[in-house]
Nanobody
Framework: QVQVVESGGGLVQAGGSLRLSCTASGLTFNDYAMGWFRQAPGKEREGISCISWSGGDKYYADSVKDRFIISRDNVRGTLYLQMNSLKPEDTAMYYC??????????????????WGRGTQVSVSS
């Protein structure tokens, strides 16, 4: 049984930083692309950053580019999201997901098979 678990969320002031972590068990971690998605109240879930199985390809949504950094440690089986210069509009539930791609990298919800339950990030102004 595959389990995906996020951690590291919390409450932070605008301009602050947080680092999210995600572990995935029950699958071969380094076979899967991984992604971070978020859903704010009243909004659709969106892909904000994804990384290929090797870490060689990365995607960032425009809203987080130059502020967030995605990385992975295939030895530890862990995905990270370093979030800097946080803004109130970053407030959302953040989800980690795993997806298998033969080639390339995509960051669409429909391409990811295994999902965590999310970790809440709240940014105060």
């Amino acid at each position: 049984q595959v389990q995906v678990v996020e951690s590291g969320g919390g409450l932070v002031q605008a301009g602050g930083s947080l680092r999210l972590s995600c572990t995935a068990s029950g699958l071969t971690f380094n076979d899967y692309a991984m992604g971070w998605f978020r859903q704010a109240p009243g909004k659709e879930r969106e892909g904000i950053s994804c990384i290929s199985w090797s870490g060689g390809d990365k995607y960032y949504a425009d809203s987080v580019k130059d502020r967030f950094i995605i990385s992975r440690d295939n030895v530890r089986g862990t995905l990270y999201l370093q979030m800097n210069s946080l803004k109130p509009e970053d407030t959302a539930m953040y989800y980690c997901a795993a997806g298998f791609f033969e080639h390339g990298l995509r960051c669409r919800l429909s391409d990811y098979n295994y999902w965590g339950r999310g970790t809440q990030v709240s940014v105060s102004s």
